[in-house]
Each structure stands twice: as C-alpha cells, then as structure tokens.
C-alpha cells in the first residue's frame, strides 16, 4: 500500500523564479492538502483539493496555486517566489467519505524549498 | 480561534525513562478531534492518534499513552521507557473547525533520547 509520495525532495530557486511541486496521495484516497513547514515551526494549512476544485485556503497569498487532476495526484505552484517562502512543504491526503477514515490527513515526507 | 500549544520546546531525557509532552488547545466547538504526529528527522509526519472530544477515557498503545482531559483542555501524551527511535518533533494539533480537514498545530515539542 503506496504511502503520499512527494517529489522532489530538494529545490533550490532563486527569487522571482516559479515552482511546481508534486504529490501522489495515499491509494484509496481522494482528497489532498498543502501545508508549509517554516524551521522550527508547525505547519501551516495552504489549501485542500477535492474533485479537482480549491475546497479551502489558509491565509496565503495569491501567488501561490495549486492543480489536482483526476488521479487526484495534486501540484503546488508558487510563482515570483520571495526569501521567505523557503520552507518544507507537505502534502496530506485523505479520504472524503467513510467514517472511519475521515478527519485523518496522512503526509509526505515533503518537498524541501530553499529560495536563494 | 482555534490554538494549539506546546509549550515545552525541547526535552532530553536518557533511554527507558517515561517521558509526557503537554498539549493544550483552545477551541469554540463543541464537539471536536484531536491529534497527535510524530516528524523524525526524515521530514514526514507520521499519524500517532485521532481522539473525539466525546471520548475521555484514557488511551494505550504499547509504549504510547494519552491523557485527555476536557475540563482543562488538555491532550497529553506519555511515551514509556523511551528508545532512541523516539527521537523526533511531535506535533499536537486540531481541525479548524469541527467539520474541517484543515488541521492547526502546535509549534512541536523537540524529544531527544539519548543512549
């Protein structure tokens, strides 16, 4: 049973410059998150995707977007990257429906996002 | 709002000793999950428990036992003679609302246990 893959691993950018992450979530599983680990810190919720469509956001901005397809393997963009978004970003996947499963996100081992 | 704190930032302790990291949250629901993961130093955040907010009783899983207590709100959690592979960040954390997937954390506690 394939755990949520992530890739890559590392990224170096430089500001100004545009990325896209990948994530593969969990088989069975439908829905997929985006959090934003900084050092030291816990993450922060970006966005979630079900049925291909944006269901939440966090407080970020606009620069960042995201895409699932219909495998629901989600992307995360991050255009005119700034200093401060070097982060680790993790991707959680989870099942919509079933009430056993739900409420519960399974992560990545997460992208790690160094912007120069 | 919903929030969630850690307020020990980092423990060391030796191998075997029993170890408790504190949780405490806020929140406006009623009725309510919580968490708990463990990070390694691989990065993934790897699901320990999910406990309703109806449920008080206290939870056991081999080395691993949870202290859920309402009234104070709090969600602690105790690891029983501690092994090296214990080491790593534990994060406690809530959905932002009751019905969100949309999980809130703590800042995590740093356990690091030394042979």
């Known amino acids: 049973d394939a755990g949520v893959t992530q890739s890559p691993t590392h990224l170096i950018k430089t500001r100004g410059q545009q990325v896209t992450l990948r994530c593969s979530p969990k088989s069975g599983h439908d829905t997929v998150s985006w959090y934003q680990q900084a050092l030291g810190q816990g993450p922060q919720f970006i966005f979630q995707y079900y049925e291909e469509e944006e269901r939440q956001r966090g407080n970020f901005p606009d620069r960042f977007s995201g895409h699932q397809f219909p495998n629901y393997s989600s992307e995360l963009n991050v255009n005119a990257l700034l200093l401060g978004d070097s982060a680790l970003y993790l991707c959680?996947?989870?099942?919509?429906?079933?009430?056993?499963?739900?409420?519960?996100?399974?992560f990545g081992a997460g992208t790690r996002l160094s912007v120069l | 709002a919903q929030k969630v704190t850690q307020a020990q930032t980092e423990i060391s302790v030796v191998e075997k000793e029993d170890v408790t990291l504190d949780c405490v949250y806020e929140?406006?629901?009623?009725?309510?999950?919580l968490f708990w993961y463990k990070q390694p130093p691989s990065g993934e955040l790897v699901f320990l428990i999910r406990r309703n907010s109806f449920d008080e009783q206290n939870e056991i899983s081999g080395r691993y036992s949870w202290n859920f207590q309402k009234s104070t709100s709090s969600f602690n959690f105790t690891i029983t003679a501690s092994q090296v592979v214990d080491s790593a960040v534990y994060f406690c954390?809530?959905?932002?609302?009751?019905?969100?997937?949309?999980?809130?954390f703590g800042k995590g506690t740093k356990l690091t246990v030394n042979p």
């Open positions: 959680a996947s989870s099942l919509a429906r079933g009430p056993q499963k739900k409420n519960i996100q399974y």
């Open positions: 954390a809530l959905p932002l609302s009751g019905g969100s997937e949309k999980l809130v």
């Open positions: 929140t406006r629901d009623t009725t309510y999950y």
